[in-house]
């Protein structure tokens, strides 16, 4: 009896031990699947996987290259934009079925976000072909060599001598059409720009065919390479050709800074916004930027006062520019500046650096071609290091060590590194790397902007000549978004926006040049540099919301922030407070008061 009654108060305490431990650990169990899928991840990596494909397939293919890959630069040929959209309008098809109601937050997210992308990408597609119908009348050889190409990818058996009199009857219709154009007085810059796309990637599709035959097939060899080698000359002065007709477009202010691009309007931007998730409008934008601004320019005044300079902030900010270490050394520096920043972080207790991020972060140095455009260090998973090189000139050495001086990179050495753009990189490719498919640099720069904005609140700037480093930065982007925004709504000119950063914020000339040749000739988007100022802000409302009410703590925050891996903020949030959502989400988070 007494046996029996001690196993059953054995049995009875396993039972009441599996009702406490069974559920924790199947909840413990169902938050680890969601750090790495969602009911919707199978088909973003499906949809992902099969635009790469016939992007890929139907793109010419460089000589002994496998797989996928093809070159990013080459324009769709219409029997490519005719098969993008069919795949997009089949996975349109495939969510509608889906049961969305019965999905967790994380699926649904993942739903809105695939929908969002998918139609964005129609959308693209049709503005291409729009513009390609606009100025294909000048390139009417165009199918001749779209068909050549399209009978390489099966390999196609041809006939050398007849594909020699085509190229050559081809190199007379580019004679003709760049003789005629060459009349035309000019056309708009996107379509120019449209219009070399075209051209290009009729060179690359016709270099792709004959590097696939020559050498191989002997009439071919034998036949073809001199009507080619004059057709692909002929194409590559008609792609100038055009691309030196574009015009500024009625909303471009011209001066004489050298720099062109394509400011891209009112109507274009507000898309572009809703398409990131962002419920302002430019104006309101700028009056936010305007608004930080007025907010930095008082903190740089209490600095500038401290240091003994009064009210004259640009004597303060010239002192902490000369305080830059001798050539050579800035390496040993960088160093230094992301120990600094470790030891804040950690003693803060705000995020753990995963071992191995720590330890593999890399260093290189920026070329001087490359600082021309970039005068900053740059990061991700390794950081790039601007510095004078022996073959600058005298002016150019002084003005790079003077904008990369202590107090400047040091606020922006862990922006790039861990817990920045490094450690995005480290937890992007761990958890949920499906996301990568929603890339937007609200995320991206964002995360690695707030923790320049939690830092400074943090008090990690504890000297007047640390603030006003860390304050150039923020005077740096707010200036982003002023200039940028300007620019594309037609306001500004180059030369005004470069004005503009070096009197109100305090770069030297040059930097400020390379900064606005960057924004609007590089390969950033429109809103690149909105993104790192607005996408902060974003970030530390939703810290204001979940870790200032007691909700989270910063570490458990951070790093459900790094999990959910890159998309809007709007809709991290989204996952963080398990909000309601329907198929049809539409952005409308307001995360900043103009109070």
Known sequence: MKLFNHRTFLCLIFLISAAIFIPKALAQSKFNLYE????????IIQYG???RAIRSFYSPMERGRGGFGAPSSVLNSPEQRKRLREVDQSYLDKLAKLDFNAMSIYGKVDYILLKRSIE???????????????????FPFADKIYALEKGRRRGATIDGQAVAGQLNDILKEVKTASDAFKKTESIEMPLAERGEEAVTGLKSRLKSTYDFYKGYDPMFSWWVPEPYEALDSALNAYSKTIKSKGKLTTTQKDDNSGIKGVPIGRDELIRQLDAEMISYTPDELIELANKEFAWCDKELLKASQEMGFGNDWKKAQEKVKNSY?????????????????K?????????????????TWGMQMMTPERQLINPFFLGGRDIIISYPTNTMQHEDKLMSMRGNNPYFSRATVHHELVPGHHLQYYMNSRYKAYRSEFRTPFWTEGWSLYWELLLYDKG???????????????MHRCARIIFSLNYHLGKWGPQQCIDFLVDRVGHERANAEGEVRRSFEGSYSPLYQVAYLIGGLQILSLKNELVDSGKMTYKDFHDAIMKENNMPIEMVRATLINQPVTRDFKTKWKFYSFK
């Open 325 to 341: 270490v001798k050539a050579g050394t800035q390496p040993e520096l960088i160093l230094k500046l992301y120990d600094d920043a």
């Open 460 to 474: 990690f700037a504890k000297t007047p000549e640390e603030r006003i480093g860390m304050l150039f930065w923020r």
């Open 343 to 359: 030891t804040f972080i950690t003693a803060n207790n705000l995020i753990d650096y995963p071992e191995i991020a720590d330890e």
């Open 36 to 43: 790495q899928t969602s009911e919707t991840a199978g088909l």
């Open 120 to 138: 964005d990408d129609l959308l693209t597609l049709s503005k291409e072909e729009k513009e390609y119908n606009a100025v294909k009348t000048y």
């Open 49 to 51: 996987q099969d635009t």
